[in-house]
């Protein structure tokens, strides 16, 4: 168990709709990162929050936001879904940033996902 | 662009063999390189990490991994591979605060 937590494990949704992913990071990690896994793109950087602030963005579509809350959980939301946004979207979470905490801060624990499903 | 690239996209070996997962990388300077597990329905584990120091880096569930920088590789081994090692793995890199994943090895174990 890595400590990281995300609900709900599946979600079958249909077009057009919109949903929300939560995560909880481990204990005492101030920065969560959404990562989207799919067949045809493989793992990519969605988004990073530290402490409650947007650190990095990746191929995050506009389509999809998130936030990160004083309680330092994170939510991501995915509106106005098409098929092609079916997939696993992970959220890991480290203590800190790297460029202020280095490397061995950012040691990144994944959750065990949230399988999306568009029909 | 740093990449990461793992040319076996599907491996099989017999319970009890030895095991190597390539991983090359291309990055300019000195790389930070992760192993990553991702068993059937289950998230990513860390395997191993390099950031520097020893090349060759132990890590849990047995795993080893040796960091060659003129070659650009950071591949996994293992001696002895258990049933419970079928899963897909992952080799990444860290970069500016995001993780660059590569395509993933499918490892398969016969008994």
């Known amino acids: 168990d890595s400590g990281v937590t995300q609900t709900p494990k599946h979600l079958i949704t249909a077009t057009g709709q919109r949903v929300t992913l939560r995560c909880s990071p481990r204990s005492g990690d101030l920065s969560v990162y959404w990562y989207q896994q799919s067949l045809d793109q493989g793992l990519q950087f969605l988004i990073q929050y530290y402490n409650g602030e947007e650190r990095a963005k990746g191929n995050i579509l506009e389509r999809f936001s998130a936030q990160q809350f004083p309680d330092l959980h994170s939510e991501l939301n995915l509106s106005s879904l098409e098929l092609g946004d079916s997939a696993l979207y992970f959220c890991a979470s480290s203590v800190g940033p790297g460029q202020w905490g280095g490397v061995a801060k950012n040691i990144q624990y994944f959750g065990a996902g949230t399988r999306l499903s568009v029909l | 662009a740093q990449s990461v690239t793992q040319p076996d996209i599907h491996i099989t070996v017999s319970e009890g063999a030895s095991l190597e997962l390539r991983c090359n990388y291309s990055?300019?300077?000195?790389?930070?390189l992760f192993w990553y597990v991702q068993s059937p329905g289950q998230g990513l584990q860390l395997l191993l990490k390099?950031?520097?120091?020893?090349?060759l880096v132990q890590g849990i569930k047995g795993f080893e991994a040796e960091f060659k920088r003129s070659q650009s590789s950071y591949n996994l081994r293992k001696p002895s591979v258990h049933w419970s090692d079928a899963a897909e793995y992952f080799c990444?890199?860290?970069?500016?605060?995001?993780?660059?994943f590569g395509t993933g090895t499918r490892l398969q174990v016969f008994p």
């Open positions: 990444a890199v860290w970069r500016t605060d995001k993780l660059i």
């Open positions: 990055y300019g300077a000195t790389p930070y």
């Open positions: 390099y950031f520097s120091g020893d090349t």
